[in-house]
């Protein structure tokens, strides 16, 4: 019996989030999930807008905009 992973390299990612509570029951959840691969959860209002975001993405959104302002920029 062989072993299909042998030659095959193995990246594991450890995935990191973060979340920040904003007004009331408001939150923006960032998750890793691959190296240059973000998830973005915002919630306002009850409602959930999920995003997949390149790291440069991502990057450029926290340039551009203080978490005050998202609200405002998704609507």
Known sequence: MSDDTDGMEKQVIKMKSVNFQLDGMDSIEITQLEEHLF????????????????KEELGQLGATFQIGNI???LE
């Open 71 to 73: 609200k405002s920029y």
């Open 39 to 54: 998830e973005v959860r915002l919630v306002l209002d009850g409602k959930i807008s999920m995003q997949y975001m390149s």
